[in-house]
């Protein structure tokens, strides 16, 4: 190990920081399904991301923790929205034909970790 890098894990040992690895796994709070979000987080998703190209996907495709086809082009989460529902920081979305549903995609692993629908944005008003 080359001087720097080993002086410089003395010092992250000494200051009690550790390497840990991220887990991706999608965990929802007590009740909630998904990703745990909120009915107001879910209208701000919908609001900002429901007016992106629509694509199509296969209805027994959408599902939580299904896999998303290849052929489904994700976009990036609106940076303001990124910033109110910190969360969202890791994922993309894609928007159903029908403008009804966003899901939130996981794109390591292409699998759907919510879903957002045009219901969803109405009862949180």
């Known amino acids: ?12 040992s000494m200051l009690g920081v550790h390497a840990q690895s991220v887990d991706r796994s999608v965990e929802s709070a007590p009740g909630m399904p998904g990703i745990g979000l909120t ?6 998703i919908y609001e900002n991301t ?10 027994e495709q959408v599902s939580l923790g299904a896999p998303i086809p290849d052929s489904v082009i994700l976009n990036e989460m609106p940076v303001h929205v990124k910033d109110e529902i910190g ?15 966003v899901l ?8 759907i970790v919510d879903i957002v629908t045009r219901d969803d944005a109405t009862k949180a008003k």
């Open 1 to 12: 190990m080359r001087p720097v890098a080993a002086g410089a894990l003395l010092a992250l």
């Open 87 to 101: 969360v969202l920081r890791d994922f993309k979305f894609a928007v159903l034909q029908d403008a009804r549903s």
């Open 39 to 44: 009915p107001v987080q879910k209208r701000i």
């Open 104 to 111: 939130i995609v996981d794109p390591a692993q292409r699998k």
């Open 50 to 59: 429901s007016g992106e190209r629509q694509q199509r996907v296969p209805e």
